[in-house]
């Protein structure tokens, strides 16, 4: 085989490969959801499919009012078994997490943030997910209390 033939092949297996990492990036696991014994597993592409809501606030990690989209936390919760009445902790890549009631979820429009002013967030810029609370909409939602549960990089829901 010549080394012209052989370098075509290598570019085609590269380029098919490139093209190929977004699609892989979406159907990879990203979040997990412990409860009642049972463990569910999401991907990107899983969040992305299910009904979206909108969030457009500050928070003490943004400098402007930034719009920010994904599942609400109340439709996993549910999809999971877990009610407004339940604890549940909320898990960072980091191995950083926090307690919160669900009863947030079920009260206000939390949502589990997969699009930051519509683009996907890595794990640098505090994706892929991030746990966003409608902090400009309620102002008792200002307060430090609900900022420590701004967790990003969540890769895990564990019922308390």
């Not at 997990?32 to 606030?57: C, H, M, R, W």
Request: hydrophobic share 40%; net charge negative.
């Amino acid at each position: 085989m010549s080394v012209t033939v052989r370098t075509k092949q290598l570019l085609v297996a590269l380029t098919l490969c490139f093209f190929a990492l977004p699609v892989a990036g979406k159907t990879e696991q990203i979040l997990t959801v412990e409860a009642n014994g049972k463990i569910a597993s999401y991907t990107l592409q899983d969040l992305s499919n299910l009904p979206q809501a909108f969030v457009k606030t500050r928070n003490n990690y943004v400098d402007d009012i930034t719009t920010f989209s994904g599942p609400t936390l109340r439709s996993i919760l549910e999809q999971n078994g877990i009610g407004p009445n339940d604890d549940i902790e909320l898990h960072a890549l980091n191995d950083f997490f926090v307690s919160a009631p669900a009863k947030d979820a079920y009260n206000y429009n939390v949502i589990l943030a997969i699009l930051m002013n519509e683009k996907e967030m890595s794990v640098r810029d505090k994706g892929p997910i991030w746990v966003i609370y409608p902090i400009d909409e309620h102002p008792e939602l200002n307060d430090d209390i609900y900022n420590g549960r701004l967790v990003w990089q969540l890769d895990k829901i564990t019922l308390k």
